[in-house]
């Protein structure tokens, strides 16, 4: 169950992050009107950004074998970087994210101000970005996962 989840995961993200650039991107061209298809564009990037962060927390609290170690034994997230990654940051900063987005929707919405989408999609994206697990990093993994 693992592999097909992570599978999944691994794909999905690209989804968030692209969905975020043409959000971005949009909100910087087109004014923001009830008709427009910003409000479709948002209400993509709000779905795929939440059941992403639920495939990846049902990961990490169920299935993760990095995860079960690190709550077998939190001493090992002081001891070695890439289970203070997977056990804490990675986990950690995405919750964060997700809350900054959902923060910053709430403001648009009542304030009806591009701005407030756009800092919500511009500083989420930044959080996400700097949790991924990018190949070159040590505890990296490939941009691409092609088998389970």
Known sequence: MYSYLILFH????????ILAIISIFYLLKIPLTKTSNHQKLLWLYDQFFGYQFLIGSTMWLT???????????WSLVFENYTYFFWGVQHPLTMFIA??????F???GRRTGLAKNYFK??????????TAIPWPW???????????L
């Open 98 to 103: 997700l809350g900054v987005w959902h923060a």
């Open 10 to 17: 691994s794909w999905f993200r690209w989804f968030v992050i």
């Open 105 to 107: 929707q709430a403001k």
């Open 137 to 147: 990093l040590g505890h990296g993994r490939d941009w691409f996962r092609w088998s």
């Open 120 to 129: 919500g999609i511009l500083f989420s994206l930044f959080l996400i970005a």
């Open 63 to 73: 299935f993760s074998p990095m995860a079960k170690v690190v709550f077998n034994d």
